[in-house]
């Protein structure tokens, strides 16, 4: 056991306690590590290990905080790593970031961002469920759910608000072509792809040379698939993207977007809406509303209910 000092002295601290590492002075030295473990049990469960801040009886306790320290005139930070123990016997080891309960406020929020940076893309946030090898089982889910709002006297639940990045781009913007991972396609031919498409056939047969038919406008394989597998422009907002997750044996998954139940309230109540609109432009046309069914490469396209 390891404690610093106590006081009783009006306005005074405790000791504070430092485990610091040695330095690397030499040349091409490293700094030491710092390991920090709970014992091993050989018969019975292992140690925990317990990271907290001190508790405040009369005022706010005090904060925890974990980063890794910014990087020198050359190289990177390092990384930050939080992850369970694997297990071959069961379940591994569940992960929980939550805020406590609060009486006389709001619960404390909790925020994930990503840092800004000068050169490149800016760093993705990716959040994916976990994998299943077990026959017959799924995959795990995602669920993403606002807050109840539980009071019986006007109580309102939460908002899920999804959108796309803003984009400040003022100079440079190309209105008339769109990337799609590297291929550049007029806008003419985007907005026909996404209008929907007749495939053509192919040169003898051969799927690489098939061409489609997007309303009047001839459009290559490339290009097709250039459009499907999703492009950007300059200049241009972020994109909300939903879709269903493809199946190499069976149906591809579905994208399912539902009003509310409505539980009570009386005859003025009714289900929520769903509504579906174009964007707002302030000097140009608005943007469109295109819906169209699935395209197929051996049967046909999917029809409109």
Do not use: W
């Amino acid at each position: 056991s390891l404690t610093s000092g106590e006081t009783t002295s009006f306005g005074e601290s405790g000791g504070a306690m430092a485990l610091t590492a040695g330095k690397g002075s030499g040349a091409g030295g490293g700094g030491g590590g710092v390991s920090i473990s709970a014992g091993v049990g050989l018969g019975s469960t292992g140690g925990d290990l317990m990271l907290a801040s001190g508790g405040g009886t009369a005022t706010s306790s005090g904060a925890v905080s974990i980063r890794s320290a910014d990087a020198g005139v050359s190289g990177v930070s390092g990384d930050v790593v939080v992850h369970s123990g694997g297990s071959s016997a069961g379940d591994s080891g569940a992960m929980q970031m939550r805020t406590g309960t609060a009486t006389g406020g709001s619960g404390g929020s909790i925020e994930v961002a990503v840092g800004s940076g000068d050169t490149g893309g800016g760093g993705n946030l990716t959040a994916t469920a976990g994998e299943s090898t077990d026959s017959l089982a799924g995959g795990g889910n995602i669920v993403l759910m606002a807050g109840k709002g539980s009071s019986p006297e006007g109580g309102r639940g939460g908002t899920v608000a999804v959108a796309g990045g803003k984009a400040f781009g003022k100079e440079s913007c190309l209105m008339t072509e769109y990337d799609c991972g590297g291929l550049m396609v007029g806008s003419v031919v985007y907005d026909a792809v996404k209008r929907g498409c007749e495939a053509s056939g192919g040169f003898y047969g051969i799927q690489e040379t098939r061409a489609y038919v997007c309303g009047t406008v001839p459009v290559s394989l490339e290009e097709f698939e250039g459009v499907m597998g999703g492009c950007s422009q300059r200049c241009a907002g972020g994109s909300v993207e939903m879709s269903g997750g493809s199946s190499v044996g069976g149906l591809g998954g579905s994208v399912g977007v539902v009003g509310g139940t409505s539980l009570g309230g009386g005859p003025q109540a009714r289900g929520g809406d769903v509504e579906i609109r174009g964007g707002k432009s302030v000097e140009g046309d608005g943007g469109a509303v295109v819906i169209s069914s699935g395209g197929a490469d051996a049967g046909a396209s999917g029809g409109g209910v």
